[in-house]
């Protein structure tokens, strides 16, 4: 029974990947091969078998989109009244919106990340779009500066010009559109580098915005590699920004590739961040939340609350319930509702995570793992992990494993864990939980990250600041703070009055 079990499931992706068409660049407004026929394949992480083949850009194509993109920016979209501009970013929104359902099911097969997870996704990326348009219409406008009866001095606020946006492979639709609907809406065009993992829903949002009816140019995608496509939009000399979210040694990387042409850079990088856990917290809800924060999108999530700091005083008993939950996890099919864990989206990432897993044992922590069902054995499957007796030097507190995995650990009092939660290259995001609330804001301020957040899970709030401290990355987006890195700010000086000009050569 197992096996047919595990036959029909198989099957079901298989039957889906064969109804996958190959993908195309999109440059232009139009679907074309790489200038050298290249392709690459595309892999199911739940069958490991090829789903489908994708064009791998290389420089020319980069330069063909890049090219196209400058044309537009100084043509048609650049002259578009704002209006008019927006009103595609709307129609974008409404398209997503119209698709949930077909582009959360490509991202599932795609990634391995759950459907249920993926249609939540999805849906707030038609939001996105609505957001940075009604921002872009309520909050992007200029200071004036009155100097008494001489000058009026005011600001104003325009595009930059190409925007290269280079996107990661885990929840890749929403977090283009976190990149694209600002870039878009603020006027800039766009050349999108997507990760070579996640192609699918890449492809989908160009033939979305192919539907919206853009000018040509003005949106571009060259699928490929982050060594060859990736390496060519950072170093092109007509690409103005660069907005990376991905790992900190790329970032670095991209950013020394950059700086020739004296490129503006967003960078989005790794976390290990932090969840304390007071004794006077609500403990239920802090368990929901550590298991959430670590535990959805299969671990795989740049804000996961990897490091979880237990007060003596609570530990063993939260250690207990965390158990049973890692236990109770349901892990399965990603095209199933009720699966809450799936696969990870690639076997090199599946073989790294299971290595920091053996680490953790050389290191002296003790594994507790849940199960992965046998009809599972063909997927890149890591059943939630708890790591125990984890000490804040060991490696696998230290890295990124940016997996289902958390490590465990013990504090005294306020002052040792502000220290043993900021030992780390990471400032990403924190959570702390307790019912002092003086205390809650000290420790929210003691803490080095770009975020954090106080007895509440992960909640975004699109209006607010994004983005991390120390090695976790360099700006902020979201809100009104994205124009900082996607408009350039002019200042006029008006003079009213005949101020003084001193005469020279009189």
């Not at 994708?54 to 578009?80: L, N, P, T």
């Not at 004794?279 to 239920?284: C, E, F, G, I």
């Not at 984890?390 to 005294?412: C, L, S, Y």
């Amino acid at each position: 029974m197992a096996n047919q079990q595990t036959q029909s499931v198989a099957d079901k992706h298989t039957k889906l990947a064969k109804e996958l068409q190959d993908v195309k660049l999109y440059i232009d407004g139009k679907f074309v091969d790489a200038e050298d026929n290249g392709t690459f394949e595309n892999i199911s992480p739940f069958t490991n078998e090829t789903m489908n083949n994708i064009a791998s850009g290389q420089a020319a194509d980069i330069d063909k989109a890049v090219k196209a993109a400058h044309k537009a920016f100084k043509g048609e979209w650049g002259r578009m009244k704002q209006s008019e501009r927006l009103d595609y970013v709307y129609k974008i929104g409404d398209l997503i919106e119209e698709h949930v359902e077909e582009i959360a099911l490509l991202e599932a097969l795609d990634t391995g990340l759950p459907l249920s997870q993926t249609k939540k996704q999805v849906s707030r990326s038609a939001n996105n779009f609505r957001f940075y348009a009604d921002t872009v219409k309520s909050q992007m406008y200029g200071e004036t500066y009155q100097v008494d009866d001489e000058f009026i001095n005011y600001t104003v606020r325009t595009p930059v010009g190409v925007a290269g946006l280079i996107t990661p492979w885990n929840a890749p639709f929403m977090l283009e559109t976190w990149k694209i609907a600002p870039a878009l809406a603020t006027g800039n065009t766009v050349v999108l580098k997507p990760a070579e993992w996640s192609p699918l829903t890449a492809n989908r949002m160009a033939e979305i915005i192919d539907q919206a009816g853009l000018p040509d140019g003005v949106f571009n995608i060259v699928h490929g590699f982050g060594e060859t496509a990736g390496d060519a939009l950072v170093k092109h000399k007509d690409v103005k920004l660069i907005s990376f979210t991905g790992e900190t040694t790329t970032g670095s990387t991209i950013m020394k590739n950059g700086a020739d042409t004296l490129k503006r850079f967003s960078m989005e990088l790794g976390g290990k961040s932090p969840i304390i856990v007071f004794p006077d917290a609500d403990l239920d809800r802090a368990l929901d939340a550590a298991t959430w924060g670590v535990f959805s999108f299969n671990g795989e999530r740049c804000t996961a609350n990897s490091r979880l700091y237990l007060h003596e005083d609570i530990a063993e008993d939260f250690v207990a319930k965390l158990k049973q939950r890692v236990e109770n996890i349901r892990v399965g099919d990603p095209l199933d509702e009720s699966t809450q864990v799936g696969p990870l989206i690639k076997t090199e990432h599946y073989e790294n995570v299971k290595s920091y897993i053996e680490i953790a044992k050389e290191e002296g922590c003790e594994v507790v793992s849940g199960h992965i069902p046998e009809e599972l054995s063909r997927g890149n499957y890591v059943a939630p992990t708890m790591l125990l007796n984890a000490e804040n030097d060991m490696r696998v507190v230290q890295e990124e494993i940016f997996g289902p995995v958390i490590a465990v650990m013990t504090f005294k009092d306020e002052e040792e864990v502000i220290e043993k939660a900021n030992d780390v290259e990471y400032g990403l995001a924190g959570y702390v939980w307790t019912n002092d609330i003086k205390r809650g804001h000290r420790v929210a301020h003691a803490v080095e990250s770009g975020m954090l957040w106080v007895n509440a899970q992960n909640v975004r709030d699109l209006r607010t600041p994004f983005g991390g401290s120390k090695n976790s990355g360099i700006g902020r987006e979201g809100g009104y703070y994205a124009f900082e890195f996607y408009t350039e700010q002019k200042i006029i000086h008006v003079a009213i009055g005949d101020h003084h000009i001193p005469q020279f050569g009189i």
